[in-house]
């Protein structure tokens, strides 16, 4: 139960490291704007077209009498408005790194060696192209994975008092645990280290994971919000990181970014 509490220091401590660096912090912002205003726009034109697609899907109620049509429609529309709600809060963060992969690259680089003994962080190496092919291509096969344990609460959320109560429960931590798998794959892939090999080590620690990653899937549901934490997130995540691999962490090590522009500023002056 202590991981509980540490997972949910590391999403404070990636908050307020973001807090102290401005600047990492504005840049974090832009691809999480751009994925709100597509998902946005997503899910206004559901709103607007979705009992259209229900009617035409469902030819078959058209000589029913009225009113099980309408409400088994209505039904089907909440239902499919339910669902692409769902995926959208599994599908923001991985959408949302993969548009901002340079962004969130670089914050995590600057986390890692914040915190770092020896100043250092690990580097993948890799083309920008090839880190966004694994990216898009590890997220797509958790996404899978997401939508499978999707379907099977969908299913359960049927069973009478189970579906009510334990299903969305447990539906909070699934998504906690996929929004952390994503998250931490931005420090874990530049160390090379693989989907199955960081499932493994998040299954490992799972009280960890949900307490990073619960509160931010319950924090995501609330407009805008998801967009003002994904670079606390993301810091907060490189921490864990860390942690997961066994690698020190040193404390205190959240120096001032506009400290840092001083110092570089005076060492080019004339």
Same mark, same amino acid.
Request: charged content about 20%; hydrophobic content about 50%; aromatic content about 12%.
């Given at each position: 139960m202590r991981d509980l509490g540490v997972g949910f220091g590391y999403l404070l401590r990636g908050q307020r490291w973001v807090a102290r660096h401005g600047r990492s912090f504005g840049? +974090?912002?832009?691809?999480?704007?751009?994925?709100?205003?597509?998902?946005?726009?997503?899910?206004?034109?559901?709103?607007v077209y979705g009992e259209d697609f229900v009617t035409w899907a469902t030819p078959f109620a058209d000589d029913w009498?009225?009113?099980?049509? +309408?409400? /088994?429609? +209505?039904?089907?529309?909440?239902?499919l408005f339910a669902l692409a709600l769902l995926l959208a809060v599994?599908? /923001?963060?991985?959408?949302?790194?993969?548009?901002g992969q340079p962004f969130y690259e670089s914050l995590s680089e600057k986390v890692d060696r914040d915190v770092?003994?020896?100043?250092?962080?690990?580097?993948?190496?890799?083309?920008?192209?090839r880190e966004l092919w694994i990216s898009a291509r590890d997220s797509l096969r958790v996404l899978v994975r997401a939508l499978v344990w999707a379907v099977l609460l969908f299913a359960l959320g049927f069973v009478p008092f189970i579906g009510q109560t334990?299903?969305?429960?447990?539906? /909070?931590?699934?998504?906690?645990f996929f929004l952390t798998e994503e998250l931490v794959a931005v420090a874990l892939q530049r160390r090379d280290v693989d989907l199955r090999t960081r499932l493994t080590l998040l299954r490992s620690r799972k009280a960890l994971v949900w307490g990073f990653g619960t509160p931010l899937g319950l924090s995501f549901l609330v407009?805008?919000?998801?967009?003002?934490?994904?670079?606390g997130a993301v810091a907060g995540a490189t921490l864990m990181a860390r942690d997961l691999l066994g690698?020190?962490?040193r404390e205190g090590g959240d120096a001032d970014e506009d400290s840092e522009e001083a110092s570089e500023e005076q060492s080019t002056a004339p």
């Amino acid at each position: 139960m202590r991981d509980l509490g540490v997972g949910f220091g590391y999403l404070l401590r990636g908050q307020r490291w973001v807090a102290r660096h401005g600047r990492s912090f504005g840049f +974090g912002l832009l691809p999480g704007l751009v994925t709100l205003v597509l998902y946005a726009a997503a899910l206004v034109a559901l709103g607007v077209y979705g009992e259209d697609f229900v009617t035409w899907a469902t030819p078959f109620a058209d000589d029913w009498s009225s009113p099980w049509d +309408g409400l /088994f429609r +209505g039904f089907l529309t909440a239902v499919l408005f339910a669902l692409a709600l769902l995926l959208a809060v599994l599908t /923001f963060t991985a959408v949302t790194l993969l548009i901002g992969q340079p962004f969130y690259e670089s914050l995590s680089e600057k986390v890692d060696r914040d915190v770092s003994p020896d100043g250092t962080a690990p580097e993948s190496g890799l083309p920008l192209w090839r880190e966004l092919w694994i990216s898009a291509r590890d997220s797509l096969r958790v996404l899978v994975r997401a939508l499978v344990w999707a379907v099977l609460l969908f299913a359960l959320g049927f069973v009478p008092f189970i579906g009510q109560t334990v299903v969305p429960v447990l539906g /909070f931590f699934v998504t906690g645990f996929f929004l952390t798998e994503e998250l931490v794959a931005v420090a874990l892939q530049r160390r090379d280290v693989d989907l199955r090999t960081r499932l493994t080590l998040l299954r490992s620690r799972k009280a960890l994971v949900w307490g990073f990653g619960t509160p931010l899937g319950l924090s995501f549901l609330v407009p805008f919000v998801a967009v003002f934490l994904m670079p606390g997130a993301v810091a907060g995540a490189t921490l864990m990181a860390r942690d997961l691999l066994g690698e020190e962490i040193r404390e205190g090590g959240d120096a001032d970014e506009d400290s840092e522009e001083a110092s570089e500023e005076q060492s080019t002056a004339p």
